[in-house]
């Protein structure tokens, strides 16, 4: 385990998050680094932009895990190396298809 990664998941423990929530956070931001090959600190807000365009348009990853990277990936660079960029007031999952309920009359 690297120290990035250790710090990531004492903020995670810090700020409550469940066991879960880490393992996915972490699993997220290890993606990405494998994605560039290169640490996840280095990664710059350009690159970034192009893996969520990769992981949503190439990729085609279900809506939870469209949701879960951006989440995990987000609270790694605004909690764990303290940066604030403005990609993450852009990057939404897609919405979620809902068939209607019908009402049965009886």
């Keep these: 385990m690297t120290d990035l990664q250790k710090r990531m998941i004492e903020t995670l423990q810090l700020r409550g998050m469940s066991e879960r929530t880490q393992e996915a956070y ?3 931001v290890r993606q990405l680094a494998q994605h ?3 640490s996840p600190d280095l990664v710059t807000e350009e ?7 990769y992981i949503r348009n190439v990729k085609k990853y279900a809506r939870a895990t469209t949701t879960i990277a951006p989440c995990g990936i987000k609270f790694f660079v605004q909690w764990t190396l303290g940066r604030k960029w403005t990609l993450f007031e852009l990057v939404r999952p897609p919405r979620e298809k809902k068939l209607p309920t019908s009402k049965r009359q009886t």
Aim: cysteine-free; aromatic content about 24%; overall charge positive.
């Design 26 to 28: 972490v699993r997220a």
């Design 36 to 38: 560039y090959h290169k």
């Design 47 to 53: 690159e970034l932009r192009q893996y969520f365009l």
